[in-house]
């Protein structure tokens, strides 16, 4: 393992926001005083617990998911074994006859072979007998694991009703910021953690979701194996539930895992002096893992395919079209989930965003295969129709043998083919539409803007909304290729896995040891290219890809607006909100109305964008346009698009509905915090006039919140690419009016360059080549838009500053212009020809074996 080279730097934590006196803080509470919440030792499965009870709509609901999940499997094996030992075919498919003394008719019992005879056939095969071993083994566990959880949420459902004081009935209808407000409060009163006098958002956060930012920023940094190149399929993503079960297996709280408990990690991986010794015994367990998932594969597969099989074929029978339907892929939903982002927040996200990615996806149908598809499905339907018709005219023909077959397939192979035969009413917009998903789902590569015509970014989109069928498929196969990636790819970067861990974990009080990239700060992780550039710290390795440490931070705000951050942290947050306040309204505004843009009211940002305002739609993107000019018109072009997707906006009820709820929210704010964003205060429902206003103004309020996110990411992004163009000028501008060899450039490369020859910046997480000027499309016939004003964005000329580094020209021998990129790990490199990266390895740090973790000491 000593070969191994790693990418990443000791991270130290820089800063506390813990009060002073605060940081070996004990609280001590006197005996009578305690109550049976006071000092809950394993927080993290209490609160993922808390959590998950309230997803579940209540105690009933969940128990009755649970039986029904153990009576599932039951049924799944026995009657798997059944059909494969119990059943005489021969009668069923009337090969055989059978002599009746009442009746000649052949009935569904005369096919089930006596139990005598069926217990001898499951007796003598020592494969259904080792089947039947295993499944007993695992419905056991389960069995032992429901009684438990049973116990475990019967305490949950107590802590409900008598510390927040919610019965189950009004459970479901209740927000989670709700319930985290509660939570929040009741610290004071039970001390349910005793090393902090308050509880956070964040420090709740940060316990449910520990596990899942360790993984999202190992994806953002593109250290998991998930990203292949088999032949003739070109690259590919492969991650699925049984890899990732895997993954979090070994990393987190498997034998042997990272972790000594669900809050902190072992001692051994915290210092860097024995990183070698740590990672050959991280390569060798992953080894035997591998081994393991080898060995169990056949059972696995078996099982997977039977579930399948079981849970599918009914859908598919009723629904012939919904293998055609998309998905969100694993990797999708881990790539564009946010840091500190709980599982029903990033479906709500994704699930907005699904109708304008359905019909993005759909642009790109084939005309070849539409031409195909039309045809067949009118030649199966004609031979469908006659058969449809012969049956009409007598019922006798469906005993005809394989006619009712016939029947059945003829109708799913036109429906099938219906799915490839686009709506004639369909315009194609690919542009608009991506800006309408990226409205929703936030992250974008830097080479899909501009480009959402081409099938290059059709495909690498895909990775992320993929087929149904194809989730299916990959699932499937899922217990053959992981051992394979677990002991050929996952191995490999062990060494890496283990400095991962050392150098992004820090220690916070009263939380536990956390992923540092979970912290959100701007300073430690922030991007320069992202609107953080004067306010990070970070190295090009300490930085997080694709915006993700400015947005998680951004969302997280505005979803849980009572969270008070640090200064910096609450100054960078300010003044983003006052920039889009001030560029979308088109007017400067005081700092002062800025405190917060999620209080009690939506302020003039997402008012004013929602009702559509004349100073947006004039906005158009120029050729000597500003960078303001540039950014309000990307806010304006998805302001558009979100007014008609708001169901705020478009609803006339929700409108009105919102003014009771802003008189409501008045009210409530004179005796309490207000309410903002996804959530309302922690006695809203009591406070109210009615559980329905309240439920009716957390909706209204989480639609806005939700707008008020999507607006700002657009920006971000907007704001994004207009830094990386001005870079790109000044860094041109530069080199032209300083180069002592400019004159012998020629004309033509000072000259305005074609737009065809224009180069497109990479992202780290979806690399691409540089495409060929006869690919790329005049932007003009590329680009749709419902205003007729605006032109498309324009592509700039020379090379961009991507996310891991950047790139220019230079002259070359012989008046040759040369594109040199930036290398990350340093040096400069030809794009035809790759420079060798040589990585400088992490220290041994031997001194550090007699030092303390860093405490990262949070309130």
Known sequence: MAHFDTEYQRLEA???????GDENLLVHVPEGAKSQWHHIENLDLFFQRVYNLHQKNGFTCMLLGELFELVQLLFVVGFTVFLANCVDYDILFANKFV??????????????LPIDVCSARIRDNAFVIFVLVISGMFWLHRLVKFIYNVCCYWEIRSFYTNALKMTMSELPYATW????????EIQKEHQICIHKKELSELDIYHRILRFKNYMVAMVNKSLLPVRFRPPLLGEIVFYTRGLKYNFELIFFWGPGSLFENEWSLKQEYKRGGNRLELAD???SRILWIGIANLLFCPVILVWQILYAFFSYTEVIKREPGSLGARCWSLYGRCYLRHFNELDHELMSRLSKGYKASSKYMNCFLSPLLTVVAKNVAFFAGSLL?????????DEDVLAVEHVLSSITLLGVCVTVCRSFIPDKHMVFCPEQLLRVILAHIHYMPDHWQGNAHRYETRDQFSQLFQYKAVFILEELISPVVT????IFSLRRKSLEIIDFFRNFTVEVIGVGDTCSFAQMDIR???????????????SIYQQAEDGKTELSLMHFAITNPQWQPPHETNHFISQLKERVQREATGAPTDTHTFTSLSQSEPRSLVANLLAGPPTLASVHFGRDGSLINHTAAGIGEGASALRSLSPVSSSLHLRGSFSAAHRGIGHASVTSRPMAGSGTDAHTISSGSSAWEGQLTSLVLSEYASTEMSIHALYMHELHKQQSRGELSRHTWHRQDSDDSGDSVPDEVRSEPNPHSRHFPRSHTFPTAVPSPSAIPNSASAMCSTNTGQEGPLLQRSSQRGYRGTTTDSLGSGGRVVRSAHVPMGGWAEDDQAAPRHHDSVPEEGSEEEMPPHIHKVT
């Open 524 to 538: 430690q992780h922030g991007h320069p290219a992202w609107m953080s550039e004067g306010k990070t710290e970070a």
């Open 281 to 283: 015994k991280l390569a």
């Open 483 to 486: 051992p394979f990636i677990l």
């Open 177 to 184: 910021q709700e319930v985290q407000a509660r939570i929040v």
């Open 385 to 393: 129709a006659v058969l449809i018709a012969l049956t009409i005219y």
């Open 14 to 20: 820089s800063y506390s926001d813990s009060p002073p």
């Open 99 to 112: 002599n009746h003394t009442d009746s000649s008719k052949v009935t569904l019992p005369d096919a089930f």
